[in-house]
T-cell receptor, first 113, second 115 residues
Framework: KNQVEQSPQSLIILEGKNCTLQ??????????LRWYKQDTGRGPVSLTI?????NTKSNGRYTATLDADTKQSSLHITASQLSDSASYIC????????????FGAGTQVVVTP | DAGVTQSPTHLIKTRGQHVTLRCSPI?????VSWYQQVLGQGPQFIFQ???????GRGNFPDRFSARQFPNYSSELNVNALLLGDSALYLC??????????????FGPGTRLTVL
């Protein structure tokens, strides 16, 4: 059973609009949560990383939130651009001896003109 | 500075064959991890190496093996290929490993197709 669940599976938004992606996790013990952007056929690129004590972090038009109590995170994309079309993957790191990563399946975002 | 590099970029093999994938980490990074990403899914962890020692292993059969060299580059070997091994194989490097959770930087991946 996947310990990191993302929703929606995919979404289509108009250029310039905002959208929010969701991530729920059951990974325990928790170390940190990351959001990655992955273009088709390419390796993931890190957007944000948050530890237990952080509840929000921004990277340009990307803002991630974390509620460690409810084990939920969100990624908000503001004023979307065509280049935002990609898969967005939520990754949770276990607080074990070597920081094992648990990946979600990703949300496929398509930004249309 | 060069990022994580992987070779080859694409590979086509037939069932039963063997394959070796290669990864060079970012300069100064001592930890390398390997992931398998099947189309439409998130990456699945295969191995992590740090200072030439295996530090973690995912739920993959013994057909999968890896090693890390003194220069911190790494190889992933897969024997007796199956159709289900077709995937994008990602390599990620980080400065180190441990509870702190060092950021991992991913390479572009090797696309393996098994016919």
């Amino acid at each position: 059973k996947n310990q990191v669940e993302q929703s929606p599976q995919s979404l289509i938004i108009l250029e310039g609009k905002n959208c929010t992606l969701q991530c729920n996790y059951t990974v325990s013990p928790f170390s940190n949560l990351r959001w990655y952007k992955q273009d088709t056929g390419r390796g993931p690129v890190s957007l944000t990383i948050m530890t237990f004590s952080e509840n929000t972090k921004s990277n340009g038009r990307y803002t991630a939130t974390l509620d460690a109590d409810t084990k939920q995170s969100s990624l908000h994309i503001t004023a979307s651009q065509l280049s935002d079309s990609a898969s967005y993957i939520c990754v949770v790191s276990e607080a074990d001896s070597w920081g094992k990563l648990q990946f979600g399946a990703g949300t496929q975002v398509v930004v249309t003109p | 500075d060069a990022g994580v590099t992987q070779s080859p970029t694409h590979l086509i093999k037939t069932r039963g064959q063997h394959v070796t994938l290669r990864c060079s980490p970012i300069s100064g990074h001592k930890s390398v991890s390997w992931y398998q990403q099947v189309l439409g899914q998130g990456p699945q962890f295969i191995f992590q190496y740090y200072e030439k020692e295996e530090r973690g292993r995912g739920n993959f059969p013994d057909r999968f093996s890896a090693r890390q060299f003194p220069n911190y580059s790494s190889e992933l070997n897969v024997n007796a290929l199956l159709l289900g091994d077709s995937a994008l194989y990602l390599c990620a490097s980080s400065l180190a490993t441990g509870l702190v959770g060092y950021e991992q930087f991913f390479g572009p991946g090797t696309r393996l197709t098994v016919l």
